[in-house]
């Protein structure tokens, strides 16, 4: 499967964005789906993650109550709707697809370019 992330840009503290990974290729259903993120410096570390009929999910304690993971089965896309920015939710954003309930970036797969989200104070 192929994903492309979009969505991202400039924000400020407190304000919104909604991301999007469009995927392609092999059966998008199949999968469950993470959102990950990488700021300067860092390592990547996981954001959300949700099943594969979109019930069930989880969030990183950072982000838990702010953001909120989706998907839409029938437009092959997983969303990240991020409220109550804050300037270190700044990072390069990464979809990615998993067989498994995980928050371990090696056990995903077919990582997307990525999207750039920068948080002003």
């Known amino acids: 499967v192929q994903l492309q992330a979009s969505g991202g840009g400039l924000a400020q503290a407190g304000g919104s964005l909604r991301l999007s990974c469009a995927a392609s290729?092999?059966?998008?259903?199949?999968?469950?789906m993470g959102w990950f993120r990488q700021a300067p410096g860092k390592e990547r570390e996981f954001v959300a993650g949700?099943?594969?009929?979109?019930?069930?999910?989880r969030y990183a304690d950072a982000v838990k109550g702010r953001f909120t993971i989706s998907r839409d089965n029938v437009k092959n896309t997983v969303y990240l709707q991020m409220n109550s920015l804050k300037p270190e939710d700044t990072a390069i954003y990464y979809c990615a697809v998993t067989m498994t309930d995980t928050s371990i970036p090696d056990s995903y797969d077919s990582w997307g370019q990525g999207t750039l989200v920068t948080v002003s104070s």
């Open positions: 949700i099943s594969r009929d979109g019930i069930f999910t």
């Open positions: 290729g092999r059966t998008f259903r199949n999968f469950r």
